[in-house]
């Protein structure tokens, strides 16, 4: 079953001469893996922004889970879409690491116990443990990226959309974090990566889409 289905999507920012995406259509499995790559303004990142309903398109539709996008609110969406964009700085809230990684996890109402055993499992399996009391915006952007994966996939959602996901990641951390991806998509999690990570994109087995001037050119 096709849990994301995108037809004819156009999408032009305001005062843009072009389209940002132009007849787009994509259609996504509950457990594929999808690496969205191309150039810098090809569209990747405004392809995920009208997945996640964050902007419309101008025409076309966007279905998520056999649901036209706009029936949902984005709370809804959120429940069943995990989100990490490119920046993490846009995502950091809180006033502590510990804080920040089991915001989301007491919000769907997650046990004490369970709550413990997640921050133990990831924030020890990123190296984050030890840094559990500092506040978030005093460490590195590697590290804030970490952190902001981490407490999505602790969340377990049914899909992940991740958004240069290795940015500023060092190689260490950065193979942790492929083999996670594997790990989590061959137990049945969809996931789709924007990236030009030639690493992360030939350790993962998934489907490649290359776009650019806002359109799908090659499917890999």
């Known amino acids: 079953m ?49 997945i996640m309903k964050a902007i419309k398109p101008a025409s076309g539709v966007v279905h998520l889970d056999g649901k036209n996008i706009n029936s949902y609110s ?30 989301g996890l007491k919000q769907i109402k997650k046990s004490i116990d369970e709550i413990d055993e997640l921050a133990e499992y990831y924030l020890h399996k990123f190296d984050l443990y030890r840094l559990r009391n500092r506040n978030p915006f005093n460490i590195s952007e590697g590290q804030k990226q970490l952190l902001v994966i981490s407490s999505v996939l602790a969340m377990q959602p049914d899909f992940l959309i991740l958004d240069e996901p290795t940015t500023g990641i060092d190689s260490t951390h950065k193979h942790t974090l492929i083999n996670m991806f594997n790990e989590i998509h061959s137990n049945g999690t969809g996931i789709i990566i924007i990236s030009h990570d030639n690493k992360l994109i030939n350790e993962l087995d998934g489907r490649e889409i290359f776009m650019s001037q806002g359109e799908i050119v090659e499917t890999y």
């Open 2 to 50: 096709n849990y994301i289905e995108i037809n004819k999507v156009y999408y032009k920012y305001r005062n843009a001469v072009d389209y940002a995406v132009k007849n787009i259509s994509i259609t996504v499995s509950k457990g594929e893996l999808i690496l969205i790559t191309g150039g810098n303004g090809s569209g990747k990142s405004t392809l995920l922004k009208l």
């Open 74 to 103: 984005i709370t809804e969406i959120g429940r069943k879409i995990g989100f990490v964009f490119q920046n993490p700085n846009h995502m950091i809230f809180n006033t502590t690491v510990y804080d920040e990684f089991v915001f």
